[in-house]
């Protein structure tokens, strides 16, 4: 069974970044633009993993936390953040809200790896 990650941003270039870093691994990425879009592929296919920026238009990543974790199927999904130094006022509400982890931008693809691989098992493409 592959591993399904879902980026959660609205900025192309995090998606793009994400996309590539995962790449040489057995995995499958998925994106979304913003919090709503996120739910809409979470009802399509269910995310092993979830990168979930904080600032996004429609619905932010705080918002879009929130609602996974009211919500039976996605409740114990792990979710690492994509905070910027701005989003230290609501670090202790995620971590109420029991994040995975949580990646400060700019950060570069070995982080994110890194980030990826404290959470779920990354096996290399065959």
């Keep these: 069974m592959r591993l399904r990650i879902l980026t959660v941003d609205d900025a192309k270039a995090v998606r793009l970044l ?30 092993d993993l979830v990168l979930l920026d904080v600032s996004m238009p429609v619905m932010g990543g705080l918002e879009l936390l929130e609602m996974m974790r009211s919500n039976d199927t996605l409740r114990d999904l792990p979710v690492i953040m994509l905070t910027s130094p701005a989003d230290h006022a609501i670090l202790g509400r995620l971590a109420e809200l029991g994040i995975s982890g949580k990646l400060v931008k700019p950060f570069r693809p070995e982080a994110l790896v890194a980030a990826v691989r404290a959470v779920v098992k990354l096996s290399p493409r065959h």
Excluded: D, I, Q
Excluded at 20 to 31: N, V
């Design 18 to 47: 994400a996309e590539r870093a995962l790449s040489p691994f057995a995995c499958e990425t998925a994106e979304a633009t913003n919090g709503f879009n996120a739910l809409y592929a979470m009802e399509k296919a269910l995310p």
